[in-house]
């Protein structure tokens, strides 16, 4: 077996017999991987609070031809900030889950590794909004995998200089030229757009460094959240519940 050192956060883990665990990893190296932790449900294992959700670290594990085995963590942070904050937990939960959905095995998932971490800090940083959080992590996460869509320019024509709509089924911005058969244009202030424009061109080190007021956050739920219903074909656990709270 071939012993190797993986840097990445625990996406989840599951129970696995009566005292191990199946942890999903999402890592610098390897992209998403399975790995067991064994015995890391006793109470004594040096890994019972090693290998949780949102544990970021670096991992030694055994690497077998069909599976890994988790020997032990470097752990460099637990976030744990966030088991004593609810909303900050579910948000955190929800952006795992759609890390989980949106990441492969053996592909370079490094900017969505990284995005996730800089999320992670940003969620234990009070002066910034969840919801602000949730949508820029969403909008990049969807440029990340190569589905963001077009703030900069017309999808149809090209056009940059002319009014435009945002239509999610179109994918993005539609013009004044190009709209006259158009049903889900979507009137967006200059605030909102180029708050997406920032987001989606920023470095992931500089997206969470700004504010917005309330209706611009009001106009990113309304397009992120259409966004989501038509382009991702899934129910996130965590995300129904979060809106069950809020």
Do not use: W
């Not at 005292?19 to 932790?37: H, M, N, S």
């Not at 602000?132 to 996460?141: H, N, V």
């Not at 090209?158 to 004044?176: H, I, Q, Y």
């Not at 967006?188 to 917005?212: A, H, P």
């Amino acid at each position: 077996m071939n012993q190797i050192v993986l840097t990445g956060m625990v996406l989840s883990t599951a129970p696995i017999g009566e005292y191990d665990r199946r942890v999903v990893i999402l890592t610098k190296e390897q992209g998403k991987l399975a790995a067991f932790a064994k015995g890391s449900r006793r109470p004594n294992s040096p890994l019972v609070g090693a290998v949780n959700p949102f544990t970021f670290g670096e991992f030694t594990m055994y690497e077998g031809r069909s599976s890994h085995t988790i020997q032990s963590v470097n752990v460099l942070n637990y976030f744990a900030e966030l088991r004593e904050d609810i909303m900050g937990a579910y948000y955190g939960f929800y952006f795992l889950e759609f890390a989980n959905y949106y990441t492969k095995e053996s592909n370079d998932e490094r900017e969505m590794l990284k995005l996730l971490y800089q999320t992670m800090r940003a969620l234990t940083n009070p002066h910034i909004p969840n919801r602000l959080i949730r949508y820029i992590f969403e909008l990049k996460a969807y440029c990340i995998n190569g589905e963001g869509p077009e703030v900069f320019q017309c999808v149809s024509c090209g056009d940059k200089e002319r009014p435009a709509v945002f239509s999610v089924r179109k994918g993005g911005l539609v013009c004044t030229e190009c709209d006259r058969d158009l049903i889900d244009g979507i009137h967006l202030d200059n605030s909102t757009l180029y708050s997406m424009q920032y987001i989606e061109s920023s470095k992931i080190e500089r997206l969470y460094t700004f504010n917005v007021t309330d209706k611009v956050l009001d106009q990113l739920s309304r397009v992120l959240d259409r966004y989501r219903e038509v382009y991702v074909d899934k129910r996130f656990k965590a995300l129904e519940i979060l809106e069950t709270l809020l």
